[in-house]
């Protein structure tokens, strides 16, 4: 089979992690489609959204694995965070438990990913400031602490989510660029399109082939 | 220039020409090489004239001896000239025409005097030429001293049409009573013996005439030509007397006789003072500050030249007898190497007389200081020239003055010349050569150079090829099965799925390494009866597709899901399935396929297939996360095995009824189109991505047995640690 068009030149992997109910999908699906998802049902296990960005003037298209927060699907998500070039790791402004969770899903975040991994920290509901539980500061404070980026987001207004991940996206881009991240490293969480692509991730044979276990 | 100027340039033209008129005759009278003398003598004076001076020289002296040739040459040089001075004059600015009507007037003059001179008699001594034409002249006068205005009229009707056909301007126009003649002289064989004779006078006689117009116009062109109207224009104040003066003296050699010698002389150094800066004018401003500075006195520096004339003369002559192959001076060498020029291309087109403009320039600056006092040292004139040059001595002094303010004013009109003579190059280049094409051509060597148009029409072309490129990309993506299949991100599901399998496969295998053998030899027939099920399903493939050869897709695919009990729904796979089942109802129920076009089609048929393949893996996905999720319930892990090789058997099997069926809705438009080639290859390739797209499920089935393993193995863990 012919090779498939591409119009994109690199895909990075993102993952978004945090405790249940922080609205990681609706960060997700405002980002993706730009629209707020009143009632979101929960995520069983990884959900998956797409987008092509540019930076640097280069298209990189977005590969968003948004897991699910529960408890219960812990084990199941850890499995998903290989080969993730970025993490967004959320917590709610409004409700100190799911900022109290954090270093647990840095923990995991930090030890099933490369060490390049770019981990952006994202205080979500941000609109909801009078119900605000954890401070601004203190939350920068943690992401300065633990060498992370951090924005207060809102999926419902949009609130610097473009941002969040586009900063993610922009780091990562400047990590290939100085050489810091090593593009034929398997867990680099990039791949890297030639202008005229080829299939990446087979079409036409097993997918079997990427990832042997080891 | 103002209108004033103009006319002030104009009246010191026409009151040149007659004062000029008067030289000729003189030098007519001559010898061949006095006459030679002569007409450089006069044409010096206008820088443009020089180089048409240098030639007609030579000529006149290759011809002398010749006759009838002589006469040849002289005519094509007289028409050549004329061309030439009709060129000149003919650019466009009024002053110069006003210019070239004085010199029709001239012309016209002379070749009266001439016509009688020579019928009157052969050997005519030069003061009854010089008295006949000072009759003519002080008609020409008269006329011109009504005003320059009527002039323009009355001879602006001659020039209008004369200015185009430059070549006719002196043969025609000039001998106006006597044109036959002339134009007979031009063409020896039609003429008689007498009329020859005659005619050679008046050729010579036009010659001259057509040299002091030259030398007018030489004045003209260089002083007041449109391009060069910027000197005139600094000059203004100082200098427009001087013009006028020294247009006098430039004609000088017409009124010599009785006519107003004081003018003559004022003239004369005024000329001479006035030619050279004008003619050497940027390239030798030194030159001549010292011809009018340095040296003291015109008359003396006349008188000096006297002797030295001759010689150079003579030299000049015999060298135009040599075949013009060793120029006698440097300065002479010019002038014949364009006097050669016009011998080689007697017949010129007008352009090329434009071309030889340039390069008359270049020759007055060269040889306009120094010659011009060897007019006046011909033999004839030697006394009448010393005679005036005592009045010139005087007058001199008193020009001096002027002239310092004229070479102050040159300093600057230096750089208008060099404007001036950049521009000329510039038009005459251009008219040979529209826009310089050819010189930008051969100036810059092409091959090298990229030019711009060609870099554009590249890069415009180029873009077409890439938006169309990206068209068909686009197109191309639309029908990409792999493409499709990662938007829908089946990529993405089955790539977690695998991610998911390889995890149970490690546990799996760290699970059977620390069970003890006991507990390992209780548990494999487990793990081989799950693995039984994922071969099985294969082979069964077959058998349970023909059985169900339109399968009620919905139903069953809830029935096995349900078996799971994992609590998924086929919500997805369901939608999916309804709406590919819906268009294709839809395209049946459409008699006329006009609307669907073949590539709609195939791209809705691989769409379909691409949607419904990603459906699938992600619901095995969703299956395998949910086993590793319920490994508490007592769920037989080898029945959901099963049950999940029947859905992959269901999911297989309603590809290939899709593929059929958009297959079937293709085929139905080959009937009615031409192009069955075309939707033969479409349907091969739905058939083509149907089977990948099964083995995508199955690969994604085959997947979940690590999964379904590792929950066995934990399963029957638990329920061992519970017990």
């Known amino acids: ?91 709610d402004i409004t409700r100190r438990s799911t900022y109290n969770h954090l270093s647990s899903w840095l923990t995991d975040a930090r030890n099933l990913t490369n ?43 949009g609130e610097n989510v473009e941002d969040a991940f586009l900063d993610t996206a922009k780091k990562i881009y400047q990590n290939i660029q100085d050489g810091s991240l090593d593009l034929n490293a398997a867990e680099s969480g990039v791949q890297h399109k030639p202008a005229t692509p080829r299939n990446p991730i087979t079409t036409d044979q097993p997918p079997n082939k990427e990832n042997c276990s080891c | 220039m103002s209108d004033s100027e103009d006319e002030a340039a ?46 007609t020289s030579s000529g006149d002296s290759a011809t002398a001896g010749k006759g009838e040739q002589t006469k040849k040459g002289k005519g094509r040089q007289q028409q050549q000239k004329g061309k030439k001075k009709g060129k000149a004059s003919s650019q466009p600015s009024p002053k110069e025409d006003s210019k070239t009507e004085s010199d029709e007037k001239k012309a016209s ?60 301007s002196d043969s025609t126009v000039s001998p106006s009573k006597s044109a036959e003649v002339v134009q007979s002289d031009n063409e020896p064989g039609t003429t008689t013996p007498k009329k020859e004779r005659s005619a050679e006078k008046e050729s010579v006689d036009n010659q001259k005439t057509v040299q002091a117009g030259e030398v007018r116009k030489g004045l003209g062109a260089e002083m007041s030509s449109p391009e060069g109207q910027d000197i005139p224009r600094e000059l203004k104040d100082q200098a427009t007397p001087k ?62 030249k006297e002797v030295k004339e001759p010689e150079d003369e003579g030299k000049s002559a015999s060298a135009d007898g040599e075949k013009d192959t060793h120029p006698p001076q440097e300065k002479s060498s010019e002038g014949q190497k364009s006097s050669a020029m016009d011998k080689r291309v007697p017949d010129k087109d007008v352009k090329e007389k434009s071309e030889e403009k ?116 686009e197109e191309a993506r639309k029908a990409h099965f792999g493409t499709l ?99 294709i109802v839809d395209f049946d129920a459409n008699e006329s396929h006009d609307s669907e076009s073949v590539k709609n089609v195939h791209q809705r048929s691989i769409q379909s297939l691409a949607e419904l393949t990603s459906k699938g893996v992600e ?33 297989c099997h309603e590809v290939g009824n899709m593929a059929t069926k958009f297959a079937g809705c293709l085929n139905k438009m080959a009937e009615q189109e031409e192009s069955s080639d075309e939707i033969t290859a479409l349907v091969t390739n739905i058939y083509l991505e149907a089977s990948n797209s099964s083995t995508y499920l199955q690969d994604a089935f085959q997947l979940l047995l690590p999964v379904l393993q590792q929950a066995a193995l934990e399963h029957s863990i638990n329920s061992r640690h519970q017990s």
């Not at chain 1, 699910?68 to 993490?87: D, L, P």
């Not at chain 2, 996360?625 to 029947?646: I, M």
Request: include cysteine; aromatic fraction near 6%; glycine fraction near 8%.
């Open chain 1, 1 to 91: 089979m012919a090779a498939g068009p591409y119009n994109y030149s690199y895909i990075f992997k993102y993952i978004i992690i945090g405790d249940m109910g922080v609205g990681k999908s609706c960060l997700l699906h405002q980002f993706t489609e730009k629209k707020f998802m009143a009632d979101c049902p929960h995520t069983i296990g990884v959900e998956f959204g797409t987008r092509i960005i540019e930076v640097a003037s280069q298209k990189i298209k977005l590969q968003i694995w948004d897991t699910a927060g529960q408890e219960r699907f812990r084990a199941v998500t850890r499995s998903y965070y290989r080969g993730a070039a970025g993490a967004l790791m959320v917590y």
């Open chain 1, 115 to 157: 060490p390049n991994t770019v981990i952006f920290l994202i205080g979500n509901k941000c609109d909801l400031d009078a119900q605000r539980d954890v401070t601004y500061e203190e939350a920068k404070q943690f992401a300065e602490e633990n060498g992370l980026m951090f924005l207060e987001c809102s999926a419902k207004t």
């Open chain 2, 10 to 55: 104009f009246a010191s033209a026409d009151e040149g020409e007659e004062v000029n008129k008067p030289a000729l005759p003189a030098a007519s009278a001559a010898s061949g090489k006095k006459e030679k003398a002569n007409t450089k003598g006069a044409a010096q004076p206008g820088a443009g004239g020089a180089t048409a001076t240098t030639k």
């Open chain 2, 109 to 168: 003059d002379v070749p009266q005097t001439a016509v009688k001179q020579s019928k009157s008699d052969e050997d005519v001594t030069p003061k009854t030429e010089a008295t006949e034409k000072e009759q003519s002249v002080p008609q020409a006068k008269s006329d011109t001293s009504k005003s320059s205005q009527d002039k323009e009229k009355g001879k602006g009707d001659k020039s209008a049409g004369e200015d185009k056909t430059a070549s006719k």
């Open chain 2, 243 to 304: 013009q006028d003066e020294s247009a006098e003296k430039s004609s000088g050699g017409w009124g010599w006789g009785s006519w107003g010698t004081s003018i003559l002389s004022a003239a004369s150094s005024s000329v001479q003072t006035f030619t050279t800066q004008v003619g050497d004018g940027f390239t030798t401003i030194i030159d001549t500050m010292e011809s009018s500075l340095g040296v003291p006195d015109p008359g003396e520096l006349a008188q000096a």
């Open chain 2, 358 to 473: 340039p390069e008359e320039q270049k020759e007055a600056e060269s040889s306009s200081g120094n010659s011009w006092f060897s007019s006046w040292g011909v033999a004839d004139l030697a006394k009448k020239v010393q005679d005036t040059g005592k009045t010139l001595a005087t007058k001199g002094q008193t020009l001096m003055s002027e002239g310092f303010d004229a070479v102050e004013n040159l300093a600057a009109g230096g750089i208008d010349v060099l404007e001036t003579i950049g521009k000329k190059t510039y038009s005459t280049l251009s008219e040979h050569d529209p826009a310089l094409r050819k010189t930008r051509e051969f100036l810059s060597p092409k091959a090298d150079k990229p030019n711009l148009s060609s870099v554009l029409r590249e890069a415009k072309d180029q873009a077409e090829i890439q938006a169309e490129q990206e068209k068909e990309n």
């Open chain 2, 485 to 583: 299949f990662d938007d829908y991100q089946g990529i993405a599901h089955l790539e977690a799925l695998e991610m998911l399998s390889n995890q149970s496969e490690k546990k799996v295998h760290s699970l059977l390494n620390s069970l003890a053998s006991e507990d390992l030899t209780a548990i494999k027939p487990v793990l081989i009866a799950i693995k039984e099920a994922f071969e099985v399903n294969e082979d069964d493939d077959d058998d349970a597709d023909l059985a169900a050869k339109d399968q009620d897709f919905t139903s069953l695919v809830s029935q096995h899901l349900s078996e799971l009990e994992l609590g998924t729904a086929p919500d997805k796979l369901n939608k999916v399935h309804e709406m590919v089942k819906q268009w």
């Open chain 2, 619 to 651: 619901q095995f996905h969703k299956a395998g996360e949910l086993v590793l999720l319920e490994r508490d319930t007592d769920k037989d892990c080898t029945e959901r095995a099963h049950s999940l090789a029947r859905l992959t058997g269901v999911l």
